[in-house]
């Protein structure tokens, strides 16, 4: 299923908005993956150049394009300051397997925003994409992923070697049939 990107939200949540990235973005992609705390954890180079940056806003505009899914922007409904990312990546698509993901600047951590987009992703991943299951992983210096997948009602599988990190990450499946009605 492709996705339109209109230019409003496709979907919200009681504080969130999403939409997908555009080619104009730079500057919000820049407040996100520009910033080494958030990146520390999801990428080994350090402090992200300008065109590292530019490459992986290219790559969520590419992904939405050919497969419908993206790490879309999420911003707050009330001010429409950017948050962060939430969103889905193909991972083993013939299975109707999507890979979750969310990264939250840094201003907002803290604050339930990763719990509520992942919340809303998960419905439409289950809901409008009919996957069969979401994967998920994260660093494994990452306990607040570990604490919130968990919460989510992701089960640990094993680790899997994750290329921009270098390091095996803790890795979990939440497949349909097992998804928690509410997860706090």
């Not at 530019?54 to 590419?62: F, G, M, S």
């Not at 193909?90 to 925003?113: D, M, N, S, V």
């Not at 994260?138 to 992701?154: D, M, V, Y």
Request: some cysteine; hydrophobic content about 40%; aromatic content about 12%.
């Amino acid at each position: 299923m492709k996705h339109e990107c209109p230019g409003q939200y496709f979907l919200v949540t009681g504080r969130l908005g999403f939409r997908c990235w555009r080619e104009e973005d730079l500057d919000l992609a820049l407040g996100l993956w520009g910033d080494v705390e958030v990146t520390k954890l999801i990428d080994a180079r350090g402090q992200l150049t300008t065109n590292q940056v530019l490459e992986r806003l290219n790559k969520e505009i590419v992904s939405v394009k050919a497969h419908g899914v993206q790490y879309w922007p999420i911003f707050l409904r009330a001010t429409g300051e950017h948050v962060g990312c939430c969103g889905l990546r193909p991972y083993a698509l013939t299975q109707g397997l999507y890979e979750i993901g969310f990264h939250i600047r840094a201003a907002h951590w803290r604050c339930g925003y990763a719990a509520e987009a992942a919340r809303a992703v998960i419905d439409y991943a289950f809901g409008e994409l009919r996957a069969q299951a979401l994967f998920a992983g994260h660093n494994p210096q990452n306990e607040a992923s570990r604490i919130l997948l968990t919460k989510l009602g992701f089960q640990y599988t094993h680790d899997e070697y994750y290329p921009p990190t270098g390091l095996w990450h803790p890795s979990y499946l939440l497949e349909s049939k097992e998804r928690p009605v509410n997860a706090n």
